[in-house]
């Protein structure tokens, strides 16, 4: 441990800490860390069994990065970016759990992470400047500083079919997959959803599998991932290019290694573009989606041309035109959803034992016993699986009661959308810090590098409070409002706003997330950086102290 780690030990019988932070992934390790520095007693509260976060949870066959791995690890450290060796370019979900445990190990943070300790609400004490924090097992504490680093993607949701807990085979939400192996040889199974976690499901199990049924209710946009195994020369190219590769993503709107292309879409030669598109087509990673022409996510027109782009190509792979039609998105346009990184994906529907269902066509209408009943008879499996996505955002922050001033909650007060000051803060809930929170670059971001500028931010906040015998701070209304105006004007001319998906808040099995939100912050990391600390520098602007 760096000797600059002077942090007061705790013990399990403590209850009263300077500060709690709820959740023990990338975000909650990494804020651990920054508190640990300030030398403040810390303990961090995570429901699963272990550290990770999205990488605990999602241990589905499949599950790996789809950004560049050694753009994801932490920047904070030297030592660990010299010592830790990614072994492919898009890592899969063992090998980021063991990076997270082993960066919790090396920085000695277990001792003040508590797993199996599910936060069941949060309430703020005014008299005492206190948070009164409460498990679902009744435990209590409290604390001075709040964080919440409950992930975008943490709330996992199922449909809200008939008959779903009747099933007496195998069923799992990719979320909650088993740490124990599933045998999938001879399996007739089911999977649900065809967002990223169902097409890497999809792929990876195929070849596994006795029969698989795919029930599709809307095609997306899938692209090649191009995953390869980091030769001996890359690795140590890739450590050497560190500082400069870091300096890269600190400059492109979503810190990943690909910037936008200055060109429109219409101001080269069809042959220049078909030929730009054919490259980003073989490229590895997000290079399609976030290094094709600057107008393919703003302008209609262009965007249309792209997409019948990749619809060409799902044409050449897929041997069976009706099924390749039907896994050609209609009512959207590339890169307005999240773009599934594929491998193989849809080849997958050229094996006899494969079968798509769009159920707009064939709805679902209940689940039994033994299958799945649909509107044409019922299929019967052995296996379901629910890729059935997330109540994203959130749905995070809602199954925590927390109550601010006067016993307003989040919830209530994010009632018809999020409002929030950067992204970290709201009115009315002092001395509370949203980590990747909504209206903030994060979610819209190579999740590391933003998470590591909100901590970053948020201690040198409280860094600030602490030497200014500061025991309370909170976002004034005005700035809450100004900063949430902000966030959707910025969203406004975006395609993606016309689309239904998680990063429109849109989720059909979640009762009232029917009505579009901007939930992220559409000017990109860079910009946001530049707001994050020109508060800071102006002595937080916009909050009150005190
Ligand atoms: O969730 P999703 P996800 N009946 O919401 C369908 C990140 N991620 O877990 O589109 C029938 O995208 C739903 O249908 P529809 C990434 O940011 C990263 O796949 O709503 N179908 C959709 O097809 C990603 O975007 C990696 O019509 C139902 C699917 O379920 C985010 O996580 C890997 C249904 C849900 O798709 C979420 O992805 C994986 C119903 N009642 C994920 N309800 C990396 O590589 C839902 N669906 C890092």
Redesign the pocket.
Known sequence: MPDTMVAPSTSAETTTFDAIVIGAGIGGIYQLYRLRELGLSVRVFETGGGVGG?WYW?RYPG?????ESYTYGYAFSKDLLKEWNWSEH?APQPETEQYLNHVVDRFDLRRDIQCHSRVASAAWDEAARMWDVVLDDGRAYRCRFLITAVG??SAD?????EGIGDFRGQSFH??RWPHEAIDFAGKRVAV?????????VIQTIAPLVGSLTV????A?WCTPLHNKRITEEEQAKIKAGYPAMFELLRQTPGCYIHNTDPRGTFEVSPEEREAFWERLYAEPGFSIWMANFRDVLTDLKANALFSEFVARKIRERVKDPTVAERLIPKGHGFGT??V??ETGYYEVYNLPHVRLVD?RETP?VRVTETGIECSDGVREFDIII?????D?VLGSFDRIDVRGVGGLTLKEHWADGPKTYLGLMSAGFPNLLTIVGPHNASTRCNIPRCIEQNVDWASDLIRYAEEHGIRRFESTQEAEADWSRHVEELAAGMLYTQV????TG????VEGRNVRRVLQYQGGAPQYRERCDAVAAAGYEGMVLG
């Open positions: 999205t999602n599950a790996r990065f789809d950004s898009f975008p993607l949701t199922l449909p809200r079919f990719t979320y649900i959803g065809t967002g990223a976690t169902g097409v890497q029930f599709q209710r809307t997306n959803r999240r599934p990184q159920t679902i629910y890729a059935t996505g997330f994203a239904d998906s998680w990063l849109i989720n059909t099995n």
